[in-house]
């Protein structure tokens, strides 16, 4: 499951544990539904950026997940999107998450389902060659409680698992039961009670389980437990370290932690001390306890002293020797404490993630990086185990994930796989598939997003063996054809260097922004009309903006009648939106400016933009204003504010916050989108529903089009409103993903209108 994927199962989670019911939506139709089979014969797992052209018409990219494992040169399928579901359930497999592998080949794996029975699950795979449900959530036959983060598993198909983040329980394939080892009930040895559990609990061959925990009335730390046996702290919170005159710090919930088969555990921790503070790696002998610093600030690898540790990797091994990830100022790089030396082995960047919190005696350590998974061999330089190129079960050019690795060098991951459909009056054509034929050179690697207008497509994608990028066009039921080229000459001189993923489309032009080689300008924005292969600029880095400074990168493009709007980021840093006209960029609003309707507030950070015509709308945090945040709509040149945190919104709720996400910082709200009048998705206080998607009104007035908690045209009800993934609209017609409760799918994609 992608990020958007595990924030919307908990959503969805919540929507059935509160039993929200809501009358039905107006007009509210499925298109497709997670489980249907495409017409290339992949089941679809979820229907990401969303493009509609028409009203009949829409563009997607659909997914398809598998969980897989690779043995030598071998990959072997575990589990795929639309495999049947184990008794007592109904319906398919989804969507997958976080794999764990033990020494027998057994693998325990989350899942979403397409079932009336439950919406998600733990399971475990496999006994006697059957899958066996560990627990599950929502739906009929699951609980409140859903299994959101990674769990563990040991050598006797002992499976450690977080409910939600009240209840720590380890699962047994030997009693096909599971037993409470915490909740947030249990009295933690520092004092105080447990509040919640770090996000990766781990657990030995004899059954003992080391995990970190946040405590109310009392210290955090680390701890470690067994089925009906007492629980030890290995660390608390402000308790003296190993450190001469430090205290241990607090820990991230994201922080692992690491137990070998002897039972002792290894973490990171930040330090107190007077001076500056420090941090290190320990190692917990809990029948002390006893905690022995294993690596600390300033000690020399290779003649390079540490600066840091990142508290994502930590493994230990059955002999002791301890693996950690180390910071060498800017750069990271493993390390193994092997006796008495620390050894220094591979250095990667800052997209390395995913570690497996584990040592195997076989000296391995395997993360992902990027859409790849690699692994550490003792060598120093990372050996990659899944790559681009490689043919998996579900196709090539995966993105693949979360990976773990057993004793005997058998690695399993989570992986998927886009491809690009369009549908069209109800039927499903591929466009363009990862390894297929794309009209430029060879196949297609990467596939970006679309956009579709009326019976125009586009979209930016990579071929040559991910050599090259290229942006296709491909209108009604014509061959698609390479609209723009790498190194195709570009206005001015030089070359294009496509890339950017900045691109709409109008009839036969293609708008896109584009860095150029060898020109007299870094790059700038684009119009191809592939009818007469004319390319036209629009606007240059370091071109002169409208109310000074210069433009320095293009951030978005769309059509705006016979004009072009598009979103830029000034010199100076700030964000704005302009449009081009026949005597250069007219400004429309930029950061800093006020802002109507909000007390003389000004815009302080842009976030989504959608045009249609004449017509921007806008979202953004208000600086210095009686409004937190706003949707903005500029009318053919009258700006007016639609909507605020704040404002009442339906059935008496009042609108959540509408540009930073309150479950996910890093996301921005809401989804947004403009033909006519604006709709959005947003979320609600106060009501029975937690978020509902949204039309404004010719007259400004807002209007709820889907509501969580409303039935569905597939029974059960709208569990969730993806806030994680781009909306798109035609007329009022608006096209979303949903999530669903209580339904035979888990997710559909929807279009709605009042």
């Known amino acids: 499951?992608?990020?958007?994927?595990?924030?919307?199962?908990?959503?969805?989670?919540?929507?059935?544990?509160?039993?929200?019911?809501?009358?039905?939506?107006?007009?509210?139709?499925?298109?497709?539904?997670?489980?249907?089979?495409?017409?290339?014969?992949?089941?679809?797992?979820?229907?990401?950026?969303?493009?509609?052209?028409?009203?009949?018409?829409?563009?997607?990219?659909?997914?398809?997940?598998?969980?897989?494992?690779?043995?030598?040169?071998?990959?072997?399928?575990?589990?795929?999107?639309?495999?049947?579901?184990p008794a007592p359930l109904s319906g398919t497999f989804n969507s997958f998450a976080d794999p764990v592998i033990n020494d027998s080949g057994n693998v325990a794996f989350r899942a979403g389902v397409n079932s009336t029975g439950a919406n998600s699950g733990l399971f475990y795979c496999c006994d006697a060659g059957a899958i066996v449900p560990i627990a599950l959530a929502g739906g009929t036959m699951g609980g409140p409680l859903g299994v959101q983060d990674p769990p563990d598993m040991n050598n006797n198909a002992d499976v450690v698992y977080k409910l939600g983040n009240d209840e720590l329980r380890l699962w047994s394939l030997a009693t096909h039961s599971s037993v409470l080892l915490a909740d947030t009930s249990t009295a933690s040895p520092g004092g105080g009670t447990f509040r919640g559990f770090n996000d990766r609990p781990v657990v030995n061959d004899a059954q003992r389980v080391a995990f970190?925990?946040?405590?109310?009335?009392?210290?955090?730390?680390?701890?470690?437990?067994?089925?009906?046996?007492?629980?030890?702290?290995?660390?608390?919170?402000?308790?003296?370290?190993?450190?001469?005159?430090?205290?241990?710090?607090?820990?991230?919930?994201?922080?692992?932690?690491?137990?070998?088969?002897?039972?002792?555990?290894?973490?990171?921790?930040?330090?107190?001390?007077?001076?500056?503070?420090?941090?290190?790696?320990?190692?917990?002998?809990?029948?002390?306890?006893?905690?022995?610093?294993?690596?600390?600030?300033?000690?020399?690898?290779?003649?390079?002293?540490?600066?840091?540790?990142?508290?994502?990797?930590?493994?230990?091994?059955?002999?002791?020797?301890?693996?950690?990830?180390?910071?060498?100022?800017?750069?990271?790089?493993?390390?193994?404490?092997?006796?008495?030396?620390?050894?220094?082995?591979?250095?990667?960047?800052?997209?390395?993630?995913?570690?497996?919190?584990?040592?195997?005696?076989?000296?391995?350590?395997?993360?992902?990086?990027g859409s790849s998974i690699q692994r550490e061999e003792g060598t120093g330089t990372p050996?990659?185990?899944?790559?681009?190129?490689?043919?998996?079960?579900?196709?090539?050019?995966?993105?693949?994930?979360?990976?773990?690795i057993n004793n005997l060098d058998v690695n399993v991951f989570r992986a998927t796989q886009s491809v690009l459909y369009r549908l069209d009056h109800g039927a499903l054509e591929v466009v363009a598939t990862p390894g297929g034929p794309s009209p430029g050179v060879g196949t297609y690697a990467f596939i970006g997003a679309p956009a579709y207008r009326r019976s125009s497509l586009a979209f930016e994608a990579e071929d040559n063996g991910g050599l090259d990028s290229l942006i296709v066009l491909k209108k009604g039921h014509d061959p698609a054809i390479q609209a723009v080229r790498n190194t195709d000459p570009a206005p001015g001189g030089g070359t294009f260097d496509l890339g950017s993923g900045v691109l709409d489309v109008t009839g036969s032009t293609v708008l896109f922004a584009s860095s150029v080689s060898g020109g007299t300008a870094t790059g700038g924005l684009f119009a191809k009309n592939t009818h007469s292969g004319n390319v036209d600029t629009l606007a240059l880095e370091g071109d002169a903006a409208p109310a000074g400074g210069l433009f320095s990168t293009f951030v978005a493009v769309h059509p705006a009648g016979h004009e072009t709007a598009f979103v830029a980021?000034?010199?100076?840093?700030?964000?704005?939106?302009?449009?081009?006209?026949?005597?250069?960029?007219?400004?429309?609003?930029?950061?800093?400016?006020?802002?109507?309707?909000?007390?003389?507030?000004?815009?302080?950070?842009?976030?989504?933009?959608?045009?249609?015509?004449?017509?921007?709308?806008?979202?953004?945090?208000?600086?210095?204003?009686?409004?937190?945040?706003?949707?903005?709509?500029w009318n053919h040149g009258a700006l007016s504010r639609l909507a605020s945190q704040g404002d009442p919104a339906v059935g008496g709720a009042t609108f959540g916050p509408l540009f930073i996400d309150p479950i996910a910082p890093g996301f921005t709200l809401p989804p947004f989108a403009l033909a006519r009048s604006p709709a959005f998705i947003a979320p609600l206080i106060g009501g029975p529903a937690f978020e509902g998607l949204f039309i404004?009104?010719?007259?400004?007035?807002?209007?709820?089009?889907?509501?969580?908690?409303?039935?569905?045209?597939?029974?059960?009800?709208?569990?969730?409103?993806?806030?994680?993934?781009?909306?798109?609209?035609?007329?009022?017609?608006?096209?979303?993903?949903?999530?669903?409760?209580?339904?035979?799918?888990?997710?559909a994609l929807m279009r709605a209108k009042p």
């Open 212 to 369: 970190q925990a946040d405590v109310s009335g009392g210290p955090e730390g680390i701890f470690v437990t067994a089925p009906l046996s007492s629980i030890t702290a290995c660390a608390l919170e402000d308790a003296a370290s190993p450190i001469a005159g430090g205290t241990f710090g607090t820990w991230a919930s994201s922080g692992e932690v690491a137990i070998n088969a002897g039972g002792k555990v290894a973490f990171t921790s930040n330090i107190s001390q007077p001076g500056p503070d420090t941090s290190g790696v320990f190692l917990c002998d809990p029948s002390g306890p006893i905690v022995v610093t294993i690596a600390k600030e300033g000690d020399l690898v290779a003649g390079t002293p540490l600066t840091g540790f990142d508290d994502e990797f930590v493994g230990v091994d059955s002999a002791g020797d301890v693996a950690f990830e180390g910071r060498f100022g800017t750069s990271r790089r493993l390390v193994v404490k092997a006796g008495a030396t620390l050894n220094g082995f591979s250095t990667f960047t800052s997209s390395a993630t995913d570690f497996a919190p584990r040592l195997p005696d076989i000296g391995r350590i395997i993360w992902r990086q």
């Open 1 to 85: 499951m992608t990020l958007r994927a595990l924030f919307l199962t908990s959503i969805v989670l919540v929507a059935a544990t509160l039993g929200l019911t809501r009358p039905a939506s107006a007009d509210l139709v499925v298109l497709l539904k997670s489980g249907d089979v495409a017409p290339d014969g992949r089941s679809l797992s979820s229907f990401g950026s969303p493009a509609a052209g028409t009203k009949t018409k829409a563009a997607f990219l659909g997914t398809t997940s598998a969980v897989i494992t690779k043995s030598g040169s071998t990959f072997a399928t575990v589990v795929k999107t639309g495999d049947p579901l």
């Open 696 to 747: 404004a009104r010719a007259d400004g007035s807002i209007t709820s089009l889907v509501l969580t908690g409303a039935p569905t045209p597939l029974g059960g009800i709208i569990g969730a409103v993806n806030e994680f993934q781009s909306i798109s609209q035609v007329g009022t017609n608006v096209v979303f993903e949903a999530g669903l409760s209580g339904a035979s799918s888990s997710l």
């Open 383 to 404: 050996v990659t185990v899944v790559g681009p190129t490689d043919v998996t079960p579900i196709g090539v050019r995966v993105s693949a994930r979360e990976p773990s």
């Open 569 to 633: 980021t000034l010199d100076s840093a700030a964000n704005g939106i302009f449009v081009t006209s026949s005597s250069g960029p007219t400004q429309i609003v930029r950061e800093g400016d006020v802002l109507p309707g909000t007390g003389g507030g000004t815009l302080g950070q842009l976030g989504t933009v959608a045009v249609d015509g004449k017509r921007v709308a806008f979202t953004g945090s208000v600086t210095g204003g009686t409004v937190a945040d706003g949707i903005f709509f």
